[in-house]
């Protein structure tokens, strides 16, 4: 069983930063990619940032590309996503999930690619 527990969330103006971190348990980290999604009232969930086991490629969504910052700890089972210039439109619950396949060197942004999620964490973007 794996546990990935998120937190850093909260309520952060527009033009604020905030960072998320995603502690992950129960079988070897560094031998997975990593990714974190949204979800917004009402809406589906969507992709944010992947990264791979080895951190040597990273995907971005068009709507956070040079905003949002993805990375990881494999010493510390531990991924990142740094958020800067936050919008109003980037309020969501955040969830970091984990790829299904080991060693994968292609991210998917497909959300049943990944088979273990956290519980996720609320972020809110005041204008």
């Known amino acids: 069983q794996v546990q990935l527990v998120e937190s850093g969330g909260g309520l952060v103006q527009a033009g604020g930063s905030l960072r998320l971190s995603c502690a992950a348990s129960?079988?070897?980290?560094?031998?997975?990619?990593m990714g974190w999604f949204r979800q917004a009232p009402g809406k589906e969930r969507e992709f944010v940032a992947a990264?791979?086991?080895?951190?040597?490629?990273?995907l971005y969504a068009d709507s956070v590309k040079g905003r949002f910052t993805i990375s990881r700890d494999n010493t510390k089972n531990t991924v990142t996503l740094q958020m800067s210039s936050l919008k109003p439109e980037d309020t969501a619950v955040y969830y970091c999930?984990?790829?299904?396949?080991?060693?994968?060197?292609?991210?998917?942004?497909?959300?049943?690619?990944?088979?273990?999620w956290g519980q996720g964490t609320q972020v809110t973007v005041s204008s």
């Open positions: 990264i791979t086991w080895s951190s040597g490629s990273t």
């Open positions: 129960g079988r070897t980290f560094s031998r997975y990619a």
């Open positions: 999930a984990a790829d299904r396949l080991q060693h994968t060197i292609v991210l998917v942004a497909t959300p049943r690619r990944y088979d273990y």
